[in-house]
């Protein structure tokens, strides 16, 4: 947390780093670094619109016009999305401090969130919120996308492919295997994930097909696409977060993916 990752990446001080979405890529190209993602280990990304049950907001485009609590990245992210989708306007922004408190206490709140968290989370205070998973409505980033340097992807590539390799096997052992040893390793690193959420978690995964879906089912954990790619830069160009000239295959490379390794795990 409050660690700049894509920075770090940038000055050589990570080998790899894990990004949230298709954005990182792309404005690592904007700006002229040279890095690209070597894997996508989420199909879908995971990002949703959560609102109360039972107020007439069900749906994405139920949600136009209304008052939406999101962060400050999610503005010059998915909204964009969201506005060339639905029409929604940024007069309908109102600020997400990452406190379910604002949502709780009002019936006709929505706001941002993760599947395999704050649906969780609200749930435990008593209410089952309605859960609106952007990917299923055509929002098509990559999620949980791994990044590194073309320096390190020219000089050792092995190296490259072994890392995605070892990390495709552990999502594969995760999702379909025994998932105690790594749920350890997680609450060493970040007490506050209890058995139940990520449990919950794991579920929500793969009920949602956000790892093992769409190119993940033939081609293996970890897929990638240029047509999605492509799709994906065209709407956020047409927005004006990007150039439209500009050249979006620099943002990612095929090389090490789309080769169905250990697919024989999934059970």
């Not at 919120?129 to 949980?144: E, T």
């Not at 025994?178 to 978690?201: Q, S």
């Not at 789309?258 to 024989?264: A, D």
């Amino acid at each position: 947390p409050q660690v700049n990752h894509d920075e770090l990446l940038a000055a050589g001080r990570l080998d790899f780093d894990e990004a949230p979405n298709s954005f990182t890529g792309l404005n690592f190209v904007r700006q002229k670094i040279p890095m690209v993602a070597v894997a996508a280990f989420f199909q879908k990304d995971p990002s949703v619109l959560i609102a109360h049950p039972g107020v007439g907001n069900n749906s994405l485009a139920d949600l136009k016009g209304k008052p939406i609590m999101i962060g400050a990245d999610t503005r010059v992210g998915y909204w964009l999305f969201l506005k060339a989708k639905f029409g929604y306007s940024d007069s309908q922004i109102r600020p997400y401090t990452f406190n379910l408190a604002p949502f709780l206490a009002n019936k006709h709140a929505i706001q941002q969130g993760y599947l395999t968290s704050e649906p969780y989370l609200i749930e435990q205070h008593g209410v089952k919120p309605v859960v609106m998973l952007l990917a299923d409505s055509g929002y098509s980033s990559y999620g949980s996308l791994i990044e590194t340097s073309q320096k390190l992807v020219d000089e050792k590539p092995g190296l490259v492919q072994r890392f995605v390799d070892a990390s495709i096997e552990g999502w594969y052992s995760y999702l379909y295997g025994d998932p105690a040893p790594a749920n350890a390793l997680i609450k060493k690193d970040n007490p506050e994930e209890t058995d139940g959420l990520l449990a919950y978690a794991r579920r929500e995964m793969k009920k949602a097909g956000i790892v093992d879906s769409g190119d993940a089912l033939t081609h293996g954990i970890g897929a990638m696409n240029d047509a999605r790619w492509k799709s994906f830069f065209d709407i956020m160009a047409k927005e004006g977060l990007y150039p439209k000239t500009m050249d979006w295959r620099k943002a990612y490379t095929l090389r090490f993916v789309n080769k169905g390794v250990r697919m024989t795990l999934k059970k």
